[in-house]
């Protein structure tokens, strides 16, 4: 997005949302997948016995988030941990709150759930008011199982299975988030395969980009400003086994699956090439409008950044509105595009990718500079493949004809180049 006025305020209220994941459960979580990148962060609140968000300040954030968009359509995302941890009471008034204050505002709902405490209930509450429910799974049970498992070190893709069959029977809409890790990266088509199967109609995945070392605060998974020279956690994708990865099924989608299944990197990959907002900020030219909110109010500039530093305040002292227009969360928003090294500004994906997300940069260029993406070579690889199949889908839009349309081309072109 580009700066109003160019000024170097990013993002103005009157006229753009904001968005806010609220964590009703903090880090809390019923299973301990080896690679989570959260559950770490009860570190930083071990003084709570529980990290339940009370409903006190529920209240308070629904009516300052939906007073706070200047958009008729208000767009709640509950993420944890596992939100699901809270009990249905909870989302019962968080509906009432909603209708309370929404003076007749659009109201969605998305939940992101590992699945393995989906019910009958759930499910029908899910259904009554339109929850779209994003689902943790990393493909079929082999490549599932080998990082997400129970507190009792147990696979769970059984569970999350259920959970799935019970979606689906109540017909609550889903998508899912898999993450891609050293493991299943591996096997992209038995991936892409079983997503299919199990009706997931739009995929996300999830590069695992982690490394370990010690922080003052507690911290085991570490900052990218955290300049330690330290190796990846094991279960790291690499570069090229992630540029593989996404090559690998973009080969089938182009031939088959253009218009019925959709993939959130190639969706993005359309946008960007055609100069649109590419629906997921990793990909924008700047970031910042995104933040985090854990359960008792503490705000922080993202998701992926919730250590001490990047803490905007806590709604009890400020609002939604002042922490997110804030110079700090500007600065780290523009940053995303001034911080980038000489590498990447002569790339020549740099408009498709622009440096992906801060929290990979990671590396140092080949001439030395800090804030090289660690999956850069991957999205060259990528980028480099898809770019002719991108390039006809943007000329059928320009000329108002269904990007579809490629699948016969691709058939033919990757015919003649095998």
Known sequence: MKDINNTTIAYNPLSL????????????????????????????????????????????????YINSQPTPDVLFTWHGGEPLLRNI??????????????????????????????????????????????????????????????????????QVMRGINLLKRHGVEFNTMSVIHNYNAEYP????????????????????????????DGLTLLSPNDKIDTAMTPWSVTPIQFGKFYTAIFDEWVQKDVGRYFVQLFDASLATYIEAPPGVCIFAEKCGHASAMEFNGDVYVCDHFVFPENKLGNIYNKSLLEMMLSQE??????????????QCLQCPYKKMCNGECPKNRILKTKDGEDGLNYLCEGYRH?????????EFMANELRNKRSPANVIRWAKRELRINK
């Open 382 to 390: 990528y980028f480099r493949h898809v770019l002719p199949y991108i």
């Open 89 to 158: 009471s909870f989302y019962k008034k968080a509906i009432t709150f909603q209708q309370r204050y929404g003076r007749g505002r659009n109201i969605v709902n998305t939940l992101q759930t590992n699945g393995t405490l989906l019910n009958d209930e759930w499910c029908r509450f899910f259904k009554e008011n339109n929850f779209l429910i994003g689902i943790s799974i990393d493909g079929p049970e082999h490549c599932h199982d080998v990082y997400r498992k129970n507190k009792g070190e147990s696979g769970t893709f059984a």
């Open 17 to 64: 949302p904001i968005y806010v994941m609220a964590k009703p459960v903090g880090p809390d979580c019923n299973l301990d997948c080896t690679y989570c990148y959260y559950l770490d962060k009860g570190k930083l609140y071990s003084e709570h016995q529980h990290h339940f968000m009370s409903d006190e300040l529920l209240e308070k954030y629904t009516q300052e």
């Open 329 to 342: 969360a500007i600065d780290f928003g523009n940053k995303k595009q001034s911080t980038l090294p000489s």
């Open 189 to 216: 088509l038995e991936v892409y395969h079983f997503l299919k199967e199990i009706g997931s109609g739009y995929m996300q995945f999830s590069p695992i980009v982690e490394r370990q070392g010690t922080r003052p």
